[in-house]
């Protein structure tokens, strides 16, 4: 009989739910998620398996009573905004599993020192261990007071199968004739960097810069964009429309002032497109080798955007083409199946 796996989740996202899907062979999947955010308003297919509850229908007695109905072997929540998620795992601490997911980098501020110093007697004591993504978020875990053995990496995932396809997809295409184009993908608002980068283009396109720039997104900046020649601005897209803009980009630009993680590198290095990337992009570290697969430059950096600009357009088809190979290569670097085992292990040591 197949285990059943809960999430306590905020907005589940279409990478999210088809690392769910894979997990559906091992286990009975529930996610209870928050209401989905107006400026991403994607439309999901729920796999079969995967068992979807609104948790704005329940206060926290009734969370509680559902989740018993539930009957969890392993509960997962993702950080420790939601109270009434964090008495959920209180009632079920030491019977099963209880694990906390969280994308916090280490950057050592006043408000995570007294985190640290306070972990051991707030809720994170209902915790057993902790699933992050990546080494800038195992610092963070660390100092919280889970050991080693007690912190997983991971937890970000793309889509592969999907991004891989758009690989596979395009190859033929840019090799024939390697798309000049820079893409942005995210939401318009002012942390992601967005002003910094269209002011960048303007200034490469100003030195000789011919590459277009293509952004695709909205948010609370929408209608503060810059129009400019070159750039285009095409609004919010469903999953569905990606893969065609992939098809025709060049490379991906992600000025983040600041991104604890950022799974649309993980996507857009498994779609093969080279990186440029802000220091502040948590997943940077594992997606980007310097000068091999894309360019890494300084957030707020508006010069240092112009110029690694400059630099990719510089190479030749073919060095574009090794870039986006090595993209490619670097995107299996967490698979699906590296997820579900972790999941599964999680289960067994119990």
């Known amino acids: 009989m197949k285990p059943n796996v ?3 989740y905020t907005e589940i996202a279409e990478y999210f739910l088809a690392a769910c899907a894979a997990l559906t062979e091992k286990a ?91 972990a051991q007697y707030s809720f994170l004591k209902y915790f057993e261990c902790a699933w992050v993504p990546g080494a800038k978020q195992v610092e963070y875990a660390s ?45 318009y608002v002012e942390h992601k960097g967005i002003f910094d980068l269209w002011q960048a283009f303007k200034k490469y396109r100003m030195q000789g810069g011919t590459w277009k720039l293509v952004c695709a997104g909205t948010g609370d ?21 990606i893969p065609a803009l992939l098809e025709q980009s ?11 993680w950022g799974v649309s590198v993980h996507e857009m290095a498994a779609a093969g497109l080279p990186l440029l990337l802000s220091d502040a992009v948590g997943s940077k570290d594992t997606f980007l080798q310097e000068g091999v697969n894309g360019f890494g430059f300084k957030a707020h950096g508006v010069e240092e955007i112009a110029q690694v600009m400059h ?27 590296s997820w579900v085992e972790t999941v599964v292990d999680i289960i067994n040591r119990r």
């Open 250 to 260: 060049g490379a991906y630009i992600l000025p983040s002032h600041f991104e604890p």
């Open 221 to 241: 900046q929408w209608e503060n964009r810059m129009e400019y020649e070159g750039i285009s601005h095409l609004g919010f897209k469903q999953p569905n429309d």
């Open 6 to 8: 809960l999430f306590l």
């Open 143 to 187: 100092r919280l007071g889970f050991s080693n053995e007690k912190i997983h990496t991971g937890f970000y995932i793309a889509n592969l199968d999907r991004f891989n396809e758009i690989y596979n997809h395009s190859l033929e295409q840019k090799r024939k004739a390697y798309p000049k184009s820079f893409f942005y993908l995210g939401r």
């Open 28 to 118: 009975e999947v529930y996610i209870f998620r928050w209401p989905l955010n107006k400026e991403a308003p994607f439309k999901f297919e729920i796999p079969d398996g995967v068992h979807i509850i609104e948790r704005n229908q329940y206060d926290t007695p009734r969370l509680i009573e559902k989740v018993k109905e539930v009957q969890p072997n392993a509960i997962f929540c993702s950080g420790w905004v939601d109270k009434g998620y964090l008495k959920v795992v209180q009632e079920f601490s030491g019977k099963i599993p209880t694990i906390i997911s969280l994308d916090n980098q280490w950057r050592g501020t006043l408000k995570q020192r007294i985190a640290c110093l306070g």
């Open 311 to 337: 630099q990719l357009e510089e190479l030749d088809s073919e060095a574009l083409q090794r870039m986006s190979n090595k993209s490619n290569i670097m995107g299996q670097l967490i698979t699906q199946e």
